[in-house]
């Protein structure tokens, strides 16, 4: 008899839910749920780079979507649901009261951002991260950052919860601990939601917080005692274990397990981070490089502790014991922002249609509307379609990748990016193209990146929506990298990770390996360098270093 796992993905902008048989990884059901709140633009300002998240759209979000999953599903495979796995996205982090109620859902908080999950890109906390970065390498002990890079990030938990707990006396009075999305996800379906209980995830704890073996925890209460006594004094309401995304994090709460009507022995696996999962479903091992393509990249890469020894790999974001698969080191890098560059030239592009076309009096407002979606949904299909067109040779344009910050080589949230070599000739097409190159050239730095601090990559995986329904983005970064690109046939692959963790919490199988094996979805295609390019690529890409270096200090926010 088969058994049956719920893999459930908490994305920037939805949730989705991924039914599968063990057995073989076949899909049961999906289903997706987007969070309301956050696609209508409440609580965010993107010219201040605030994204925040309201924990209603998760709890609404997910409802929904499990609903949707489990409607039509027969008795035997509810019956058979053996266990559900969370990843979200991270370092998303929010402040709970002494329960580990987020603030947001406590009635004097429902509309206060502070009080939210302050959402991955949100970088309202560069000041925070510099100070960090600042006391790092001067207070006299250990350097905390040596195992992520180097550099800490205003995307990541104490850069975060310091600059809310600085600016907002109000939080600050209220809360108590802080937790990450993925653990609170899995605090809910087991009910077990006290910030001292709660299994804390290793994957977000050693990339985010500067959690480590070697100093048996998180960092040295002295340490953050100087950066700012409020973080001393929150560590002591956080944690010191973490464990990885193999284990049992607790059982389907009572209310949850009725609702749905599954049993209450359904087993909730520790949650992790989207891009951990994401790599696992699309099939990562040594030595291969898994992209998971999406608003933003993350570049995931596993290696063995006799590989790293006590290596410590610069410019990176952490090398963390088990944090992608248990038994190995996980390494991860990656680009503030990828598909988010081309959705905001799209938006440049769009602002006639939106703003000057409602004011015309020569169509009436419901053809004016059907225009606004049609154009809206095609213009990247269509920029695209021309692009492909180009000759690489007839346009010198170069943009750098920069627009939401740099993660990795080197975090720096506070770079801005730019476009060069624009003449009265330069059209939607040529800057779209030189995007999609730009976009390309920031992959290279990270390969680049690992493989001069010593870690091989022989394979590059690519996987979400981007890398399986634009063959023109695909092929620019096949060419830039000089590496053939295997494209995964998970169109979940986060969710579908989360569903192996899930299996092997349950003890279906030994270890993560052996899901891989059995539930993988395999690779839709693999697209290969094309020599021309590859050379036209190659110089174009010693510009982008050169331009990118020149420029760095003046693309610099104050």
């Not at 973490?242 to 607790?250: E, F, L, N, P, R």
Request: proline residues 3%; neutral net charge; hydrophobic residues 40%.
């Amino acid at each position: 008899m088969s058994n049956y796992v719920i893999g459930l993905d908490f994305g920037t902008d939805s949730v989705r839910s991924l039914l599968v048989d063990v057995q073989n990884g076949n899909k049961i059901k999906e289903s997706v749920a987007s969070y309301n709140r956050w696609n209508n633009g409440h609580y965010c300002s993107p010219l201040n780079n605030q994204f925040r998240q309201h924990p209603l759209d998760y709890l609404e979000a997910m409802d929904k979507a499990i609903q949707k999953t489990l409607r039509e599903c027969s008795k035997d495979i509810m019956e058979n649901i053996v266990a559900i796995g969370v990843d979200t996205t991270g370092s998303t982090p929010c402040a709970v009261d002494r329960e580990g109620i987020p603030l947001a859902l406590l009635e004097n908080f429902k509309d206060e951002p502070d009080a939210m999950f302050v959402l991955w890109k949100d970088h309202t906390a560069i000041q925070e991260a510099e100070e960090i970065n600042q006391k790092a390498k001067n207070w006299g002990g250990n350097d905390f950052t040596k195992y992520i890079g180097g550099t800490y990030s205003s995307e990541w938990f104490w850069a975060k919860a310091l600059h809310i707990l600085r600016n907002n006396e109000k939080i600050r009075k209220s809360a108590f601990s802080w937790v990450e999305q993925c653990d609170w996800i899995t605090a809910v379906l087991t009910g077990i939601t006290d910030p001292l209980q709660l299994k804390r995830s290793r994957c977000a704890a050693g990339h985010k917080a500067m959690w480590h073996e070697e100093w048996n925890g998180l960092p040295d209460v002295n340490f953050l005692q100087k950066i700012d006594p409020l973080l001393a004094e929150l560590k002591s309401r956080l944690y010191q274990q973490t464990y990885t995304s193999d284990k049992i994090a607790g059982t389907l709460n009572e209310q949850w397990a009725q609702k749905y009507g599954l049993k209450k022995e359904v087993v909730i696996a520790v949650g992790s981070i989207d891009a951990h999962t994401g790599a696992i479903g699309g099939g990562i091992k040594e030595e291969t490089l898994v992209k998971i393509m999406g608003t933003s990249t993350c570049d995931i890469v596993v290696a063995s502790p006799k590989v790293i020894k006590d290596k410590l790999i610069a410019g990176i974001c952490g090398q963390v014991n088990g944090s992608v698969i248990p038994g190995l080191i996980g390494l991860e890098a990656g680009q503030s922002a990828f598909g988010d560059i081309y959705a905001w030239f799209r938006d440049v592009l769009f602002w006639p249609t939106e703003c000057v076309l409602p004011k015309t009096r020569v169509v009436d407002q419901k053809t004016i509307n059907q225009i606004q979606q049609e154009t809206r949904d095609k213009i990247i299909s269509i920029l695209t379609e021309e692009a492909e067109k180009i000759n690489t040779v007839q346009t010198e344009l170069l943009a750098i990748d920069w627009l939401n910050g740099r993660r990795t080589p080197f975090a720096d949230q506070g770079l801005t990016g730019a476009i060069l070599g624009l003449n009265l000739g330069s059209n939607a097409v040529l800057i779209f193209k030189a995007l999609v190159e730009a976009t390309a050239f920031g992959a290279r730095a990270i390969n680049e990146q690992f493989q001069k601090e010593g870690i091989k990559i022989n394979e590059v995986i690519a996987l979400g929506g981007i890398a399986q329904k634009n063959n023109y983005v695909i092929q620019i970064l096949s060419d830039v990298l000089n590496m053939p690109i295997k494209i995964s046939k998970a169109e979940q692959a986060c969710a579908l990770g989360s569903a192996m963790l899930a299996a092997t919490s349950a003890g279906v199988f030994e270890n993560v390996k052996q899901a891989q094996e059995k539930m993988s979805a395999g690779f839709l295609k693999t697209y290969y360098p094309r020599k021309d390019f590859v050379s036209i690529y190659n110089k174009l890409y010693k510009k982008y270093l050169n331009a990118g270096s020149i420029l760095e200090k003046n693309l610099k926010t104050d």
